[in-house]
């Protein structure tokens, strides 16, 4: 079996569509919107993830600190798998990270 790790290095040339992401979402101001990413097991869903997450942390143009803050929910869907309520424990992570993030402020 290959090793399927996500890495927040660009190996797959993911930069470009990583920063345009971020960009959409930058522009999206609060408005809400939804962007899909899919493909094959192993073709660098959960790296061009990190890769996004990075864009928007550190937007590529201004290399400063971002304007906007953004809360990072991570839901590994794999672990529920099977589970007949996986809507209630998606909801859950978001909750507690919410929590977690009202707290820390």
Do not use: C, H
Request: proline letters at 4%; hydrophobic letters at 40%.
């Amino acid at each position: 079996m290959w090793v399927d790790n996500e890495t927040d290095t660009d190996f797959l040339n993911f930069s470009g569509v990583a920063d345009t992401v971020a960009e959409i979402v930058y522009q999206a101001n609060g408005r809400p919107i939804s962007i899909g990413v899919s493909g094959a097991w192993g073709a660098g869903k959960s790296s061009m993830i990190k890769l996004i997450q990075a864009s928007l942390r550190n937007p590529p143009e201004s290399g400063q600190k971002p304007e906007k803050d953004f809360v990072f929910v991570e839901f590994n869907a794999w672990l529920y798998q099977g589970y007949d309520d996986a809507r209630a424990a998606l909801m859950d992570v978001i909750a507690s990270r919410l929590q977690e993030e009202a707290e820390a402020r």
